[in-house]
T-cell receptor, first 115, second 112 residues
Framework: EAGVVQSPRYKIIEKKQPVAFWCNPI?????LYWYLQNLGQGPELLIR????????DSQLPKDRFSAERLKGVDSTLKIQPAELGDSAVYLC?????????????FGPGTRLTVL | GNSVTQMEGPVTLSEEAFLTINCTYT??????LFWYVQYPGEGLQLLLK?????DKGSNKGFEATYRKETTSFHLEKGSVQVSDSAVYFC???????????FGTGTQLKVEL
């Protein structure tokens, strides 16, 4: 069974440029998560989707960040414009459903460097 | 609010040494507790979990016991290998199972 797929794995951009990250969750997983992981820190939730609905986006900086999961499968996270402080690893995870102690399966992440 | 505190790394051990990585938590309600491992260049993988007090999670020789009285979930392994070198994250799940809160991670280096 394929795991969570993310692309690109690495991205280097100049500040003020836009950037997008793509995630393909495990087949059949209804819940999708985007996390931000700063260097030396644990992941922090940005947004959670149940199918195509964003049910928790309280930690997403909405002035520059946006996300979508139009058909309830793949998801895209966008930053426009990027700032130096956005340099981090962006992780996508999925689970069959939320609730209980459902395991979240993580992708390898996209490492963003903003110059 | 919910939080997880882990011992700072890096932890450097010789192969076959005993490992303990401390983890304590603060949470409302009754969280589930997890240890995730992140090998270099890879995503986080669930190592073990415990869903209620006194449960012991175990996997690949690693163990952790959910201690409600001390709000702890320390990770242990009796004999580490070089291949165990990775970053280990303690985490808790609350909010109806919707939100994982992670510690800052502890890097483990195992040398021959």
């Amino acid at each position: 069974e394929a795991g969570v797929v993310q692309s690109p794995r690495y991205k280097i951009i100049e500040k003020k440029q836009p950037v997008a990250f793509w995630c393909n969750p495990i087949s059949g997983h209804n819940t999708l998560y985007w996390y931000l992981q700063n260097l030396g820190q644990g992941p922090e939730l940005l947004i959670r989707y149940e199918n195509e609905e964003a049910v928790d986006d309280s930690q997403l900086p909405k002035d520059r960040f946006s996300a979508e999961r139009l058909k309830g499968v793949d998801s895209t996270l966008k930053i426009q414009p990027a700032e130096l402080g956005d340099s981090a690893v962006y992780l996508c995870a999925s689970s069959p459903t939320s609730g209980g102690s459902n395991e979240q399966f993580f992708g390898p992440g996209t490492r963003l460097t903003v110059l | 609010g919910n939080s997880v505190t882990q011992m700072e790394g890096p932890v450097t051990l010789s192969e076959e040494a005993f490992l303990t990585i401390n983890c304590t938590y603060t949470a409302t309600g009754y969280p589930s507790l997890f240890w995730y491992v992140q090998y270099p260049g890879e995503g986080l993988q669930l190592l073990l979990k415990a869903t209620k007090a006194d449960d012991k999670g175990s996997n690949k020789g690693f163990e952790a016991t959910y201690r409600k009285e001390t709000t702890s979930f320390h990770l242990e392994k009796g004999s580490v290998q070089v291949s165990d070198s990775a970053v280990y994250f303690c985490a808790l799940l609350t909010g109806g199972g919707n939100k994982l809160t992670f510690g800052t991670g502890t890097q483990l280096k195992v040398e021959l």
